[in-house]
């Protein structure tokens, strides 16, 4: 069945550094979402992406939608305390209403 | 503007006991309305959706039902909770973008349970 899956699991950086986290999917989507959890809160939804190859920022996050629309990426330059959290990509599997979620990227950040 | 409300926000049962988790939207008409699991440390694992009242998908096997008996109110029940029930339950809504085809969630605060 569709999978999507993200790398790493877990990630411990120094404030300042930069972070990235990678989506693959097992299938060409629609559309791709990414997602932040806060410690002991609920997904909040960041962005989506629609088109192939797109490139969006936000501040310091820039999200990528690759050229076959089976993989995407979150980049953070010089993370702050306040990135902490896991950053979830989804997508939408079998239709548009139902989004799957990749397994997730804790980031804890050394102030 | 759009609320989503979701409880009780924590939750310990024995095992056995019966389970009802209620999620309610406000400020918005016809949602898709959605029930997640994230066991600790883990990703979202969708367990129900609905399109509307009275249609629920089930996705995964498992001893929990989903009920919708109004536009804006998704239940989450169990006759008898097993300890692999114990997580984080995520209600969440969506409306779908004609125009991108993206279904974007906005999810409750979520409802701990604990099963003993």
């Known amino acids: 069945g569709q999978q999507v899956m993200q790398i790493p699991q877990y990630q411990h950086v120094q404030e300042g550094e930069d972070f990235t986290t990678y989506c693959n999917s097992s299938t060409t989507l629609s559309n791709i979402q990414w997602y932040k959890q806060r410690p002991g809160g609920h997904p909040v939804f960041l962005i989506q992406l629609v088109k192939s190859g797109e490139v969006k920022k936000q501040k310091r996050l820039t999200f990528q939608f690759g050229e076959a629309k089976k993989n995407s990426s979150l980049h953070i330059t010089a993370t702050q305390t306040t990135d902490v959290g896991t950053y979830f990509c989804?997508?939408?599997?079998?239709?548009?209403?139902?989004?799957?979620f990749g397994s997730g990227t804790r980031l804890l950040v050394r102030p | 503007s759009q609320t989503i409300h979701q409880w009780p926000a924590t939750l310990v049962q024995p095992v056995g006991s019966p389970l009802s988790l209620e999620c309610t939207v406000e400020?918005?008409?016809?949602?898709?309305l959605y029930w997640y699991r994230q066991a600790a440390g883990r990703g979202l694992q969708l367990l129900f959706y609905?399109?509307?009242?009275?249609?629920i998908s089930s996705e995964v096997p498992q001893n929990l039902s989903a009920s919708r008996p109004q536009d804006r109110q998704f239940i989450l029940s169990s006759k008898k909770l097993l300890l692999s029930d114990s997580g984080f339950y995520l209600c969440?809504?969506?409306?779908?973008?004609?125009?991108?085809?993206?279904?974007?969630?906005?999810f409750g605060a979520g409802s701990r349970l604990t099963v003993l």
């Open positions: 609905s399109v509307g009242i009275g249609q």
């Open positions: 969440a809504w969506s409306v779908l973008r004609a125009r991108s085809g993206a279904n974007v969630l906005t």
């Open positions: 400020g918005t008409s016809n949602p898709n």
């Open positions: 989804a997508g939408p599997k079998d239709s548009s209403y139902k989004l799957i």
